[in-house]
């Protein structure tokens, strides 16, 4: 089943008298389960890419679809919604409200989707222990390293169930260890809970976790390779390399 | 509701002395004005009551011939058996006190100076001429037979140098268009709180007013107090007749109401500057948060938060600062308007006529003006987030997220 279609899609980016095409009639399929990387250097479209898909921006021309609706021309409150309850997002600066604590933080997507008291605290608990960090619950985000609060930013990004996990550059702020530990997170919540993986990166060590890759230049898809990183011991091994 | 508040409240505390001195700005603000009003408030009432006792009393009964801006001795101007009159009135229940007044112009003349001045005929020992009773500052009241004395102010007297004993020249219009001129003694001097009252005003026994104007048996009016100051209405209606007109305080005082309502329209427009100029504290407050968390209202964007509950969020913060302020503006206001309640400022000479004016300026904060003060101050501060979270609601996510960067 899908979870993101992108036909023809452009986005050209106007500043002044220049214009900037950042994506050039781009299509694209991803299913249900993926974990697939958006790779290329820097300008190549990847973040654009992922912003579209997420409903963060509007495509100049095109078509994006998520859970089979067009999302391309709604409204900044319906692109609000659509966040809200299909696409949760990580992002490489980790993203926390730094005057909430780590609870919080993963507790106001269900706040903005109306959840009662109950029903919160179960879900939070249970993705604070899925990322392993319940005897971090009431730190603020100056309280925690940076590994930390990117798995925080990723129970966050979980709590609602969302059909698809958006990541740009996840472990571009962190030293090896924590990115290992970042993408090792993902993969194993993506194994068990079948949520859907989207990740922008340039950095090899990441992108070996990768069981698609999505390869962009200048705008356009390069190549798409799949089955990468299928077999759990390549996997393990992927993992050992960095 | 109460995770907006968490925020908005943590928000604010993210630049404590910012936030503080946003807050302190609309609580001296609203502390000035309700000193303001106050002071306003309280010098409209005393005036009122000021005049009220001393001037045009609740009521007051007189010919319809009698203008009072000419002061007429002619008796067809005059109310005819004044005792009969007031006995009558006295009887109605709401009447505190009925009394014979006669006025005429005159002139106190004392060697080489000489000073114009109301004559006022009382009957010294009605309730009605208390304050003068009440307001002696030296000497002896008057008796209603004394054939010689009269009280001056104080003021009239240091203006010419007098005192308690000494003997005066006073020259009174008469009926007949004349002119007398008898001398008297001070038996004693009043002080009645307005100056300008105290230095135009020489008080007789009415007795010896009829005499020295020759209008025996007759009076300009009668002064009525009553025991309610609105209860006029049944009072008017039973002294209803085609020779005597009665008017009411509200009549007589058109000068201090038109005054009140000027001052309450003028009040309105210092309001809305003050608090104006104090909002655009909590402006320049808030838009400074919208710009130093343009990355985190982005974040919010992402995670699916509407641009309705950014605006909530800031409006928030908005409620806090307006709430801090009034807080502050009700201690710091309290403490001004207390001192002018029960110390007062003086002030000095002040007052015309038809306006009189204590020396002494008291406060008298009502609830009516602290409440709207209050809900003006805060619907102020709320419609000065309306930029800060219109910015923060309208930005786009991709734009603020990358803000910074």
Redesign the interface.
């Known amino acids: 089943m899908e979870v993101a279609k992108i036909e023809n899609l452009s986005r050209i980016y106007t500043i002044g008298q220049m214009e900037t095409r950042a994506l050039k009639n781009v299509n694209l399929s991803i299913e249900n389960g993926e974990f697939t990387a958006l790779v290329g250097p820097s300008g190549s479209g990847k973040t654009t890419l992922l912003q579209l898909i997420g409903c963060l921006d509007q495509p100049t021309s095109g078509k994006v679809y998520v859970n089979g609706k067009d999302v391309s021309q709604l409204n900044r409150n319906q692109r609000a919604d659509m966040r809200r309850g299909a696409i949760g997002f990580i992002f490489q600066f980790f993203a926390l409200i730094p005057t909430l604590t780590a609870y919080e933080n993963i507790e106001m997507p269900l706040l903005l989707n109306g959840k009662n008291p109950a029903e919160r605290q179960a879900r939070v608990k249970e993705m604070l222990k899925a990322v392993e960090l319940e005897d971090h619950s009431h730190h603020r985000p100056d309280q925690l390293s940076g590994g930390q609060q990117q798995r925080v930013a990723i129970a966050r990004a979980l709590v609602t169930q969302p059909a698809l996990i958006l990541a740009d550059e996840p472990t571009a702020n962190l030293d090896t260890p924590n990115g290992k530990m970042v993408m090792e997170t993902m993969v194993r919540l993506n194994q068990e809970t079948g949520v859907t993986f989207v990740f922008a990166t340039h950095d090899p060590r990441v992108i070996q976790y990768a069981r698609r890759v999505v390869t962009l230049r200048d705008g356009m898809i390069e190549s798409d390779e799949s089955g990468l990183a299928a077999n759990p011991e390549t996997f393990a091994e992927s993992s050992m390399m960095i | 509701m109460i995770?907006l508040i968490k925020?908005a409240y943590?928000?604010l505390?993210?630049n404590r002395r910012r936030s503080f001195f946003s807050a302190l700005a609309l609580g001296i603000g609203l502390a000035l004005l309700l000193l303001m009003a106050s002071v306003i408030q309280g010098e409209m009432r005393s005036s009122m009551d000021m005049s009220i006792q001393l001037q045009s009393g609740h009521l007051q009964v007189r010919s319809v011939n009698y203008d009072p801006d000419k002061n007429s001795l002619a008796w067809e101007d005059l109310v005819e058996n004044p005792e009969q009159v007031a006995s009558q009135i006295s009887s109605l229940a709401p009447v505190k006190a009925a009394s014979p007044r006669l006025f005429a112009s005159g002139i106190v003349s004392v060697a080489d100076e000489t000073a114009g001045v109301s004559i006022l005929g009382i009957d010294p020992a009605s309730e009605a001429s208390a304050p003068y009773r009440d307001g002696l500052v030296s000497g002896d009241y008057l008796t209603a037979d004394d054939r010689e004395g009269v009280l001056i102010g104080r003021k009239l007297a240091d203006i010419l140098g007098l005192s308690t004993g000494d003997t005066i020249s006073v020259m009174a219009n008469t009926s007949n268009g004349d002119v007398d001129e008898q001398i008297f003694t001070i038996r004693g001097l009043f002080a009645t709180g307005s100056p300008y009252y105290d230095q135009t005003t020489l008080i007789m026994p009415i007795s010896k007013a009829q005499a020295i104007t020759q209008t025996e048996n007759h009076a300009s009016t009668i002064f009525v107090l009553l025991t309610e100051r609105d209860m006029t209405e049944p009072v008017v209606a039973a002294l209803k007749s085609d020779k005597l007109e009665v008017v009411t305080w509200r009549t007589m005082n058109e000068l201090i109401t038109q005054v009140e309502q000027m001052s309450s329209g003028f009040m309105i427009v210092i309001y809305l500057i003050v608090l104006g100029i104090t909002a655009t504290v909590i402006v320049n407050t808030l838009v400074m948060a919208v710009f130093e968390r343009t990355?985190?209202i982005g974040?919010?964007?992402?995670?699916?938060?509407?641009?309705?509950?950014i605006m909530a969020m800031f409006f928030a913060e908005s409620t806090l600062l307006a709430l801090g302020g009034i807080l502050i503006g009700l201690v710091l206001g309290g403490i001004m308007v207390a001192y002018a309640t029960y110390v007062g400022f003086y002030i000095g000479d002040f007052g015309i006529e038809g306006l009189l004016i204590g020396d002494r300026i008291y406060a008298y904060l009502t609830l009516t003006d602290a409440v709207s003060l209050i809900i003006t101050a805060f619907v102020v501060s709320l419609l000065a987030a309306l930029y800060p979270a219109l910015l923060a609601s309208r930005m786009?996510?991709?734009t603020a997220?990358h803000s910074g960067e």
């Open positions: 995770q925020m943590r928000d505390g993210r990355r985190e974040i919010l964007a992402a995670i699916g938060m509407r641009g309705s509950r786009e996510p991709v997220l």
